[in-house]
């Protein structure tokens, strides 16, 4: 393997939230499951209410999805990033408080 190869493996390695991949991937496919469910749901004309409660376990789902990986992303990568430098540390401070706006959008 020559060294750029070494380096990029190590980078896609590094994600917070790699450890737990197969845990995350698992229920992203149930959750894709739900929302094919929702609109079958849709297509046999089910009632209004049926369906916005499973919209809203697929929204929960997913919350608990981010919350996760926001988790990852702090214990993991900010505080490397922070080891690494004040400055490294704060870019990555912003990033994830970027991505607790968009979550609450």
């Given at each position: 393997m020559s060294e750029t190869t070494d380096a990029t493996a190590a980078l896609v390695?590094?994600?917070g939230y790699t450890s737990d991949k197969a845990?995350?991937?698992?229920?992203?496919?149930?959750?894709?499951?739900?929302?094919?469910?929702?609109a079958r749901m849709v297509d046999e004309d089910a009632y209004c209410i049926d369906i916005l409660t499973q919209v809203a376990?697929?929204?929960?789902?997913l919350h608990a999805v981010s919350l996760g990986l926001l988790e990852d992303h702090i214990g993991h990568c900010v505080v490397n990033a922070a080891a690494?430098?004040?400055?490294?540390?704060?870019?990555?401070?912003?990033?994830a408080a970027d991505a607790i706006g968009r979550l609450l959008r």
């Open positions: 390695a590094e994600h845990a995350y991937l698992r229920r992203l496919k149930r959750i894709e499951g739900q929302v094919r469910g929702i376990a697929v929204n929960k789902a690494e430098s004040p400055e490294a540390g704060g870019a990555k401070v912003k990033e």
